[in-house]
């Protein structure tokens, strides 16, 4: 059984910062990219930023200069740094990885519980 934890999530004012982090658990063999994605009210979940197992990384438009993504793999950890923070970026935040728990088996892509990010004055 493979688990996604999110954490780090809450209310902050516009400008501020959040770090949120993700925690890979269960019978894990191998990562391959891990990923953020957000969900606001009325919207379609959307990528916002994600980094392969070599740490190369892609970010949506509307996050660049201001989010940073990284990872630890030793830990099976994935980590948004976000800062400027804008009221548009209240979502609710979602981990996303690619996992294999075992050596002939193929990856496959889960999902956290998603952690509440609110940005408001």
Not at 15 to 29: P, Q
Not at 48 to 65: C, E, F, L, M
Not at 80 to 102: F, R
Request: with cysteine; net charge positive; hydrophobic share 30%.
């Amino acid at each position: 059984q493979v688990q996604l934890v999110e954490s780090g999530g809450g209310l902050v004012q516009p400008g501020g910062s959040l770090r949120l982090s993700c925690a890979a658990s269960g019978s894990i063999f191998n990562i391959n990219r891990m990923g953020w994605y957000r969900q606001a009210p009325g919207k379609q979940r959307e990528l916002v930023t994600r980094i392969t197992s070599g740490g190369s990384t892609d970010y949506a438009d509307s996050v660049k200069g201001r989010f940073t993504i990284s990872r630890d793999n030793a830990k099976n950890m994935v980590y948004l740094q976000m800062n400027s923070l804008k009221p548009e970026d209240t979502a609710v935040y979602y981990c996303n990885a690619d996992i294999a728990v075992g050596y002939f088996q193929g990856f496959k892509n889960y999902w956290g519980q998603g952690t509440q990010v609110t940005v408001s004055s």
